[in-house]
Antibody
């Protein structure tokens, strides 16, 4: 079945870097956009970044632009987010989710992975 | 930036209907999606494109959208429906994907 699995979370000091991975299976990976969405402890969902199906377009929420870089490797059916200059407010569960096929943008995020926890603390 | 406003909480007795609203400027012109999130779990899509229901989602779940308000309705609430619910749209003017703040549904 269609599945996304995140990995790479952990505890990291402020100012350091971390890379999260998202492994996909059960669908034609190269046809779909992919998103990162995060959820701080006890808070709501916050969209973080999106990469288009062909990797040519990348979008970021304002608070991470310039610090986070989203990427994908279609040969491995993997998506990544490289997070640098991490701040305590980046502490959250990070979910990957599938977006629309080809160029479609106003489509639901489905399915979602189970999430990976990132804690930024000294 | 585009803002979606949800009530923080809604409480309803079992068997009664629950309505969760999502307010946004001219939201009726956008495609609205709704997600259910139970404690310790990832979000699950329950309504997409305003009023479409994914396979496996009970018919008790329905959606509507018009003007400045979208609404998720659960016709006969069950204890298992207790969860946080989020609305979401794509804001084409900023190319941002926006979530509402979430509504905690409590079944009394």
């Amino acid at each position: 079945q269609e599945q996304l699995v995140e990995s790479g979370g952990g505890v990291v000091q402020p100012g350091r870097s971390l890379r999260l991975s998202c492994a996909a299976s059960g669908f034609t990976f190269s046809r779909y956009a992919l998103h990162w969405v995060r959820q701080a402890p006890g808070k709501g969902l916050e969209w973080v970044a999106r990469i288009s199906y062909d990797g040519s377009k990348k979008y970021y929420t304002d608070s991470v632009r310039g610090r986070f870089t989203i990427s994908r490797d279609d040969s491995k059916e993997m998506m990544y987010v490289q997070m640098s200059s991490l701040r305590p407010e980046d502490t959250a569960i990070y979910y990957c989710a599938r977006g629309g096929s080809l160029g479609a943008a106003a489509v639901p995020l489905d399915p979602w992975g189970q999430g990976t926890l990132v804690t930024v603390s000294s | 930036s585009y803002v979606l406003t949800q009530p923080p909480s809604v409480s309803v007795a079992p068997g009664k209907p629950a309505m969760i609203t999502c307010g946004g400027n001219n939201i009726g012109s956008k495609s609205v999606h709704w997600y259910q999130q139970k404690p310790g779990q990832a979000p699950v899509l329950v309504i997409y494109y305003d009023d479409e229901r994914p396979s496996g989602i009970p018919e008790r779940f329905s959606g509507s959208s018009s003007g400045n308000t979208a609404t998720l309705t659960i016709s006969r609430v069950e204890a298992g429906d207790e969860a946080d619910y989020y609305c979401q749209v794509w804001d084409s003017s900023s190319d941002h994907w926006v979530f509402g703040g979430g509504t905690k549904l409590t079944v009394l």
